[in-house]
């Protein structure tokens, strides 16, 4: 169980990380290293000597559109972990509760010997 609730746990998060990752580096490169990034083409963006104009393009673009990417994905691992976590983190209550429920109680009163019991009638059996 605690795999699953790992894996969905990178599902939520992780786009929304390599989300964030994409928007620091394209700042980066924007701000940092004078680069042009748009969504039209790619430019050409020289840093230390290598040209990383369709990387910069590539992360641009889904810096800008990520979320429409990521989004279903990201909200439906998210949704199905929390289902997952609060089907079973209710589980042990409700098994403690139960196992409560069983305990015998103290009786109060003896119980009847079967002479006092009436006679049923042989319809009843």
């Known amino acids: 169980m605690r795999w699953i609730r790992r894996i969905l746990a990178i599902l939520a998060l ?3 990380v ?8 394209v700042m980066l490169l924007g ?3 004078g ?3 748009h969504e039209g083409f790619a430019n050409p963006c020289v840093v230390l000597g290598r040209d990383l ?5 590539t992360m641009g673009v889904f810096a800008a559109w990520g979320p429409l990417i990521f989004g279903p ?3 439906g691992g998210g949704g199905y972990g929390r289902l ?3 089907s079973t983190a209710t589980v042990p209550a409700r098994t403690a509760k139960a196992q409560q429920g069983r305990q015998q109680l103290p009786r109060l009163i003896a119980p009847l010997p079967p002479s006092a019991c009436p006679v049923r009638p042989a319809s009843w059996r």
Do not use: K, N, Q
């Open 35 to 37: 680069c042009e990034i």
């Open 73 to 75: 994905v990201s909200l």
């Open 84 to 86: 997952l976590w609060r």
């Open 18 to 25: 390599l989300w964030l990752l994409c928007i620091a580096f």
């Open 31 to 33: 701000f940092g290293f």
């Open 14 to 16: 992780g786009p929304i």
């Open 53 to 57: 104009a369709e990387t910069a393009y």
